[in-house]
């Protein structure tokens, strides 16, 4: 089972979307035994989110962010109705589907410690399951890390529940224990896995070559992307290109429209575009924010990148784009340089070349079900004591 909250953007589920895929292709060559799962998530999937074959989706009741904390996305009730809804769901399917691996993105107990009574059950219930969190390569600052680690209670009985954190990057590009982001109490436990990037376009189905050379500008799920938007709409495309703008999903109709009205003759604004790791591929050059997902897409390309991360409510992007940018992999832009005769201008020059990235680790597609498979075969000692409580008393017959 994969557990995504979901409350903003797509990435959380894009993630573990890609992760199933690669779970059901692998994991039945390296244990021997076929394979189930489920994809937990709180946004209904689009059309083009296909599950491989043997799994299913649980979609829970959605939560919105607000300036006063989640809030439910469509339903008429409490906060605190929709987070015993959202819990008592996961653990009905905890308890009846019994995962033998459960694999959490980012936050450990989910929205309002959601999935943390349930995890407890779990455990208690299929002593054997392992647990995963699964944690992207930045996270934020290391003081708001910290203070959103101490608010998830003690740290024993996070050992308690976790049994690995995997972290889906390459630490020589950012080392989020070097640099405190990571649970201190569970630093023993982190392994790297890569970037979730080679083998993202087995996923997705493969588009139409486009008829003309062009530039790629995405803004991911489009919830806070209008700035980046609004200047490459407005940009002066290269000569002999065309300019392709992806709004995303989430973003209002009146800032999509306001896009359309400002683009110019070689620009089309499009709301989606599936299959957006071969649009990246085939791009001539790509403008985009730093989201996780998006990077990886870019990194397992020669296309040349500029991201142009967000700045709030957390410093991932920013912190993600710097280090790139560090290791040769991308350029980046402030938001406060922002500008269409910015973008113009790298764009001009970036479509004469193509960029090598081989230098960086970016199998962690690959490198999940291997863990998995190791993970899945290695007695811990929690098992060893559910093992040895079941043995018979000393000096009794055993039947």
Partial sequence: MLYSHDAQGLGHLRRNLA???????????????????MVVTGLPPAED?????????LVL???AKSSSGYQPRHLRITRSHLGQLRSQMLGAALTAFAPDLLIIDRHPYGVRHELREPLRVLRRERPSARVVLGLREVLDTPRTMAREWDSLGPAS??????DQIWVYGDPEVHNIVATSESPWALNDRVLFTG???????AVEARPEHADRPFVLTTVGGGSDGYALLRAAVSMTPPPGHDHIVVAGPQMSEKELRQAEDSA????????????MSHHIAEAA????????????????TSTPALLVPREVPRQEQVIRARALSRVGAVEHLELGTLTPEALSRWAAGAVEGRQDREHLDLDGLDTVPRLAASLL????RRDRLVRTSALPAEGARAS
């Fill in 19 to 37: 992760l199933a895929h690669h779970l059901a292709r692998l994991l039945p060559g390296l244990t021997g035994q076929e394979v189930t799962g």
């Fill in 49 to 57: 989110h296909t599950l491989p074959p043997g799994f299913d989706w």
């Fill in 61 to 63: 009741p959605g939560v």
């Fill in 157 to 162: 009985q996070m050992r308690r529940l976790i």
């Fill in 195 to 201: 970037y979730l990037a080679h083998g993202r376009q």
């Fill in 264 to 275: 110019g003759p070689r620009t089309q604004v499009r709301r989606s575009l599936p299959g």
């Fill in 285 to 300: 050059a790509v403008i985009a924010m730093a989201g996780y997902n998006t990077v990886c897409e870019i990194l397992a």
């Fill in 377 to 380: 075969s290695t007695p811990t």
